[in-house]
Structure formats: C-alpha cells, structure tokens
C-alpha cells in the first residue's frame, strides 16, 4: 500500500514577511524612490495582501495611481478589493503571477514616483531598473 506524497512547499507569499514601513531608496544619482519594506529585517522583500493597513500600503496606493494610472479607491491604507484589482493588473501587464498580493516580483514589475534631490520628480521609474 502507498502512502500519499507529500508535495514539495512552494516558494510563496507566506515566505515573506509583511511590509510594515517605508523606505526611501537609491534609484541612481541622486534620485530616489519610495518603496513597502520590512523594518524588522530592513528588507523590501515583503508582502502586502487584502487586508492588512498600514503606511506601506498607501505609498503602495500612491504609485499605483501617479506611476500606473490605477485607481485603489483612495489613497487610505487599507488593501481592499480595488487595491487588489490594481495589483493584478500590474500583475497582468507584466506577464507574472496573478494573485493579488504585492510582492518582490511585482515590486519589480511596477514603476515607482521618484524624487530628484528630494524634490518631486514629477515622473516615474521602472522597478527592474531599481535596486
């Protein structure tokens, strides 16, 4: 008699702690951006998913708009449904994973507001070409 076999885990959102801040990033020059991090283990290898309310989800929210043209239905804080929407349809153009929740891929797949010396840059970059 078999027994069942176990599948192997897969690398997924629950291996990455949840973005609790914010940070400021070096974009090259002295132009920076804003991105989700985790203070904890000062990583921006992190999640955001329906639910969860914080100021990482609203810079989150802010680049969605400004850098996408996605409305999340405020900028609030709060992952809701449009938030997710939004997700997925960065997600989507991008050709990844279509699962709603903000990670490391799609962090590199959206483009971020950036700031030029401090100051509003008024435009946005690719996250591939950050850090």
Known sequence: MGGAIA???????????????????KAGG?????QPYHKGSD???????????????K??????????NLSTGGLDGIYGDKTREAVEAVQRDAKIDVDGIYGPDTRKA????FYRNGDPGRSCLPGSFIG
């Open 43 to 57: 990583t921006r290898n992190c999640i955001l998913k329906y639910g969860n309310e914080s100021s990482a989800v």
């Open 7 to 25: 599948a192997a885990p897969a690398t997924s959102a629950a291996s990455y702690p949840t973005c609790n801040g914010v940070k400021t990033v």
């Open 59 to 68: 810079e989150l929210q802010f680049n969605l708009l400004h850098c996408h």
């Open 110 to 113: 959206m483009d971020w507001y």
């Open 30 to 34: 002295t132009d920076t951006v804003k």
